[in-house]
C-alpha cells in the first residue's frame, strides 16, 4: 500500500509557474512508478506526465511537453511537476498517481495506476 499526498496547488495568473509535490508513504517508494493526472470540470480525467522508478524515462502529454517537467527524489519519497507557462486551459484537479514497478509510459497506456492522491486544485487565471 501507497498513501499518496499532492501539494502546491494555487491561484495562478497565465504565463506564471507552479511546483506540485507528491509526497509517498507506505511503500518502498523507488520501485514504483509514479504519474500525475488531471481533471478539469466537466472533462474526463487525462494522464499528464509520468515517471520511472529510477527517473530514467519520462512521457509527457502533448499538451503539456515543454511547459512542464516531472522529477522525482527517491530519498524524499517525493516527487515533483513544476508547471511554466502556465495556461487558463491547465486549471484542473491535479492527482498523483503510482503503481508497484510498472512502467513509463507503460503505466499511462494501459492505465494500470493503483494508488492515488486527494488531489490538489490548478486554477490559472486569463
Known amino acids: 500500500q501507497v498513501q499518496l499526498v499532492e501539494s502546491g496547488g494555487g491561484l495562478v495568473q497565465a504565463g506564471g509557474s507552479l511546483r506540485l509535490s507528491c509526497a509517498a508513504s507506505g511503500s518502498i517508494f523507488s520501485i514504483h512508478t509514479m504519474g500525475w493526472y488531471r481533471q478539469a470540470p466537466g472533462k474526463q480525467r487525462e494522464a499528464v506526465s509520468c515517471?520511472?522508478?529510477?527517473?530514467?524515462?519520462?512521457y509527457y502529454a502533448d499538451s503539456v511537453k515543454g511547459r512542464f517537467r516531472i522529477s522525482r527524489d527517491n530519498v524524499k519519497n517525493t516527487m515533483y511537476l513544476q508547471m511554466n507557462l502556465l495556461k487558463p486551459e491547465d486549471t484542473a484537479i491535479y492527482y498523483c498517481?503510482?503503481?508497484?514497478?510498472?512502467?513509463?509510459?507503460?503505466?499511462?497506456?494501459?492505465?494500470?495506476?493503483?494508488?492515488w492522491g486527494q488531489g490538489t486544485q490548478v486554477t490559472v487565471s486569463s
Open positions: 498517481a503510482a503503481e508497484y514497478l510498472g512502467g513509463c509510459p507503460r503505466s499511462i497506456h494501459i492505465a494500470s495506476f493503483e494508488y
Open positions: 515517471i520511472s522508478s529510477s527517473g530514467a524515462s519520462t
